[in-house]
Protein backbone atom coordinates (compact mmCIF):
# COMPACT_ATOMS: atom_id res chain seq x y z
CA UNK A 1 0.00 0.00 0.00
CA UNK A 2 1.12 3.52 -1.13
CA UNK A 3 1.82 5.76 2.44
CA UNK A 4 2.84 9.20 2.51
CA UNK A 5 4.27 10.41 5.85
CA UNK A 6 4.89 13.91 7.21
CA UNK A 7 7.19 14.81 10.34
CA UNK A 8 6.69 16.86 12.12
CA UNK A 9 3.23 16.38 12.95
CA UNK A 10 2.85 20.32 14.39
CA UNK A 11 5.43 22.39 14.65
CA UNK A 12 6.03 25.83 15.92
CA UNK A 13 8.38 28.66 15.10
CA UNK A 14 9.09 32.15 15.86
CA UNK A 15 8.41 34.96 13.26
CA UNK A 16 11.52 35.18 10.10
CA UNK A 17 12.92 32.08 10.83
CA UNK A 18 13.11 29.66 8.26
CA UNK A 19 11.47 26.18 8.20
CA UNK A 20 11.66 22.64 6.14
CA UNK A 21 8.20 20.59 6.29
CA UNK A 22 8.77 16.94 5.62
CA UNK A 23 7.46 14.44 3.15
CA UNK A 24 8.32 10.88 2.74
CA UNK A 25 6.51 8.21 0.57
CA UNK A 26 7.03 4.33 0.29
CA UNK A 27 6.72 4.01 -3.54
CA UNK A 28 9.28 5.90 -5.60
CA UNK A 29 6.98 5.25 -9.07
CA UNK A 30 5.77 8.88 -9.16
CA UNK A 31 4.17 11.15 -11.39
CA UNK A 32 4.36 13.98 -9.28
CA UNK A 33 4.40 15.39 -6.29
CA UNK A 34 1.82 18.16 -5.28
CA UNK A 35 2.07 20.63 -2.13
CA UNK A 36 -1.15 21.99 -0.66
CA UNK A 37 -1.95 24.29 2.17
CA UNK A 38 -4.57 23.59 4.79
CA UNK A 39 -6.37 26.58 6.64
CA UNK A 40 -8.82 25.83 9.31
CA UNK A 41 -12.31 24.54 8.03
CA UNK A 42 -11.06 25.57 4.29
CA UNK A 43 -10.30 23.60 1.46
CA UNK A 44 -6.68 22.80 -0.29
CA UNK A 45 -5.09 25.42 -2.12
CA UNK A 46 -2.23 24.75 -4.06
CA UNK A 47 1.18 25.51 -3.69
CA UNK A 48 3.68 23.63 -5.92
CA UNK A 49 3.77 20.85 -7.95
CA UNK A 50 6.99 18.68 -8.81
CA UNK A 51 6.68 16.80 -11.93
CA UNK A 52 8.92 13.41 -11.50
CA UNK A 53 11.53 14.65 -13.56
CA UNK A 54 12.58 17.43 -11.65
CA UNK A 55 14.27 18.62 -8.47
CA UNK A 56 12.73 21.43 -7.39
CA UNK A 57 10.28 23.88 -7.80
CA UNK A 58 10.10 27.48 -6.17
CA UNK A 59 7.27 30.44 -5.70
CA UNK A 60 7.90 32.97 -3.73
CA UNK A 61 9.17 32.08 -0.63
CA UNK A 62 8.41 28.67 -1.08
CA UNK A 63 10.88 26.22 -2.36
CA UNK A 64 10.27 22.25 -2.98
CA UNK A 65 12.42 19.95 -3.45
CA UNK A 66 12.01 16.09 -4.76
CA UNK A 67 14.25 13.23 -4.10
CA UNK A 68 13.04 10.11 -6.09
CA UNK A 69 15.59 8.11 -5.13
CA UNK A 70 15.17 8.54 -1.69
CA UNK A 71 11.24 8.35 -1.34
CA UNK A 72 11.37 12.54 -0.03
CA UNK A 73 10.32 16.08 -0.63
CA UNK A 74 10.83 18.62 1.47
CA UNK A 75 8.82 22.05 1.54
CA UNK A 76 11.14 24.84 2.27
CA UNK A 77 9.61 28.42 3.47
CA UNK A 78 11.75 31.25 3.92
CA UNK A 79 11.80 34.19 6.43
CA UNK A 80 8.17 32.76 7.82
CA UNK A 81 5.08 35.18 8.62
CA UNK A 82 2.03 34.74 11.06
CA UNK A 83 0.10 34.60 8.01
CA UNK A 84 1.92 31.41 6.65
CA UNK A 85 0.47 29.50 9.70
CA UNK A 86 -1.69 26.78 8.30
CA UNK A 87 -1.59 22.87 8.38
CA UNK A 88 0.76 21.86 4.88
CA UNK A 89 -0.16 18.97 2.84
CA UNK A 90 1.56 17.02 0.36
CA UNK A 91 -0.07 14.36 -1.76
CA UNK A 92 1.94 12.15 -4.36
CA UNK A 93 0.39 10.90 -7.95
CA UNK A 94 1.31 7.60 -8.49
CA UNK A 95 2.66 6.84 -12.06
CA UNK A 96 -0.07 4.67 -13.02
CA UNK A 97 -0.44 2.37 -16.11
CA UNK A 98 -3.42 4.21 -16.77
CA UNK A 99 -2.97 7.82 -18.26
CA UNK A 100 -5.69 8.57 -16.61
CA UNK A 101 -5.40 8.00 -13.09
CA UNK A 102 -5.54 11.21 -10.77
CA UNK A 103 -5.19 9.35 -7.79
CA UNK A 104 -3.96 11.47 -5.22
CA UNK A 105 -2.36 9.82 -2.27
CA UNK A 106 -2.25 12.26 0.82
CA UNK A 107 0.02 13.11 3.77
CA UNK A 108 -1.17 13.73 7.44
CA UNK A 109 -0.01 17.22 7.00
CA UNK A 110 2.10 19.90 9.05
CA UNK A 111 0.76 21.99 11.45
CA UNK A 112 2.75 25.39 11.41
CA UNK A 113 2.44 27.91 13.77
CA UNK A 114 4.53 30.87 13.34
CA UNK A 115 4.36 33.29 16.70
CA UNK A 116 4.75 37.23 15.96
CA UNK B 1 -8.70 33.45 -10.55
CA UNK B 2 -10.96 31.18 -11.43
CA UNK B 3 -11.81 28.68 -8.42
CA UNK B 4 -13.68 25.73 -7.74
CA UNK B 5 -16.99 26.45 -5.96
CA UNK B 6 -19.05 24.32 -3.23
CA UNK B 7 -22.28 24.08 -1.85
CA UNK B 8 -23.98 23.86 0.84
CA UNK B 9 -20.57 24.62 2.73
CA UNK B 10 -22.56 22.57 5.63
CA UNK B 11 -25.02 20.05 5.45
CA UNK B 12 -27.17 18.14 8.07
CA UNK B 13 -28.89 15.22 7.73
CA UNK B 14 -30.16 12.55 9.56
CA UNK B 15 -28.82 8.71 9.28
CA UNK B 16 -30.52 7.21 6.22
CA UNK B 17 -31.39 10.47 4.52
CA UNK B 18 -29.87 11.32 0.64
CA UNK B 19 -27.86 13.54 0.05
CA UNK B 20 -26.55 15.60 -3.12
CA UNK B 21 -23.11 17.80 -3.01
CA UNK B 22 -23.14 20.43 -5.25
CA UNK B 23 -20.12 21.62 -7.41
CA UNK B 24 -18.76 24.36 -9.99
CA UNK B 25 -15.37 22.98 -11.25
CA UNK B 26 -13.24 25.66 -13.20
CA UNK B 27 -14.94 25.96 -16.10
CA UNK B 28 -12.06 24.67 -18.86
CA UNK B 29 -10.84 21.99 -16.48
CA UNK B 30 -11.55 18.54 -18.25
CA UNK B 31 -11.00 16.25 -15.11
CA UNK B 32 -13.34 16.21 -12.31
CA UNK B 33 -12.85 14.78 -8.50
CA UNK B 34 -14.19 13.82 -5.14
CA UNK B 35 -12.29 13.81 -2.19
CA UNK B 36 -13.22 13.64 1.53
CA UNK B 37 -11.24 14.29 5.10
CA UNK B 38 -13.31 12.73 8.30
CA UNK B 39 -11.65 14.77 11.27
CA UNK B 40 -9.10 14.06 12.04
CA UNK B 41 -7.56 12.24 9.38
CA UNK B 42 -6.40 12.41 5.75
CA UNK B 43 -7.85 13.44 2.75
CA UNK B 44 -8.82 10.31 0.97
CA UNK B 45 -10.03 9.75 -2.35
CA UNK B 46 -12.95 9.26 -3.18
CA UNK B 47 -13.98 9.36 -7.39
CA UNK B 48 -12.65 10.90 -10.12
CA UNK B 49 -14.45 11.73 -13.73
CA UNK B 50 -13.59 12.19 -17.08
CA UNK B 51 -15.12 12.82 -20.23
CA UNK B 52 -19.09 11.91 -18.70
CA UNK B 53 -17.83 8.41 -17.40
CA UNK B 54 -15.89 7.64 -13.90
CA UNK B 55 -12.62 7.15 -14.78
CA UNK B 56 -11.67 5.64 -11.15
CA UNK B 57 -12.95 5.34 -7.62
CA UNK B 58 -11.50 3.85 -4.23
CA UNK B 59 -12.85 1.07 -2.25
CA UNK B 60 -14.67 3.87 -0.16
CA UNK B 61 -16.52 4.87 -3.26
CA UNK B 62 -19.63 2.03 -2.79
CA UNK B 63 -23.21 1.44 -4.41
CA UNK B 64 -24.17 4.21 -2.22
CA UNK B 65 -22.32 7.13 -3.74
CA UNK B 66 -23.02 8.29 -7.65
CA UNK B 67 -21.59 11.35 -9.76
CA UNK B 68 -22.94 13.06 -12.00
CA UNK B 69 -22.26 16.00 -14.33
CA UNK B 70 -26.17 17.40 -15.11
CA UNK B 71 -25.32 19.84 -17.48
CA UNK B 72 -21.94 22.09 -18.34
CA UNK B 73 -21.10 23.37 -15.69
CA UNK B 74 -22.35 21.29 -12.40
CA UNK B 75 -20.65 18.09 -11.24
CA UNK B 76 -22.62 16.21 -8.24
CA UNK B 77 -21.80 13.47 -5.38
CA UNK B 78 -25.15 12.11 -3.95
CA UNK B 79 -25.01 9.99 -1.36
CA UNK B 80 -27.95 7.58 -0.99
CA UNK B 81 -28.43 6.24 1.97
CA UNK B 82 -26.25 8.15 4.61
CA UNK B 83 -24.36 6.76 7.51
CA UNK B 84 -22.95 8.18 10.65
CA UNK B 85 -19.56 7.22 9.60
CA UNK B 86 -20.43 9.57 6.03
CA UNK B 87 -19.91 12.42 8.33
CA UNK B 88 -16.98 14.18 7.16
CA UNK B 89 -15.44 17.26 5.03
CA UNK B 90 -15.79 16.66 1.18
CA UNK B 91 -13.66 18.62 -1.09
CA UNK B 92 -14.55 18.72 -4.91
CA UNK B 93 -11.13 19.31 -7.38
CA UNK B 94 -10.60 19.60 -10.83
CA UNK B 95 -7.55 19.60 -13.11
CA UNK B 96 -6.60 20.76 -16.86
CA UNK B 97 -6.34 18.10 -19.77
CA UNK B 98 -2.59 17.04 -18.95
CA UNK B 99 -1.71 15.11 -16.24
CA UNK B 100 0.65 16.86 -14.74
CA UNK B 101 -2.04 19.85 -14.07
CA UNK B 102 -2.25 20.52 -10.62
CA UNK B 103 -5.94 19.64 -8.62
CA UNK B 104 -7.45 22.43 -7.67
CA UNK B 105 -9.88 22.34 -4.82
CA UNK B 106 -13.22 23.65 -3.41
CA UNK B 107 -13.55 24.71 0.29
CA UNK B 108 -15.38 21.76 1.15
CA UNK B 109 -19.12 20.64 2.00
CA UNK B 110 -19.23 19.81 5.87
CA UNK B 111 -21.72 16.92 6.08
CA UNK B 112 -22.53 16.21 9.26
CA UNK B 113 -24.87 12.90 9.70
CA UNK B 114 -27.04 12.46 13.02
Known amino acids: KQEVTQIPAALSVPEGENLVLNCSFT??????LQWFRQDPGKGLTSLLL?????REQTSGRLNASLDKSSGRSTLYIAASQPGDSATYLC???????????????FGSGTQLTVLP | EPEVTQTPSHQVTQMGQEVILRCVPI?????FYWYRQILGQKVEFLVS????????KSEIFDDQFSVERPDGSNFTLKIRSTKLEDSAMYFC????????????FGNGTRLTVT
Open chain 2, 93 to 104: ASSGGVRNSPLH
Open chain 1, 91 to 105: ARLPFGASGSARQLT
Open chain 1, 50 to 54: IQSSQ
Open chain 2, 27 to 31: SNHLY
Open chain 1, 27 to 32: DSAIYN
Open chain 2, 49 to 56: FYNNEISE
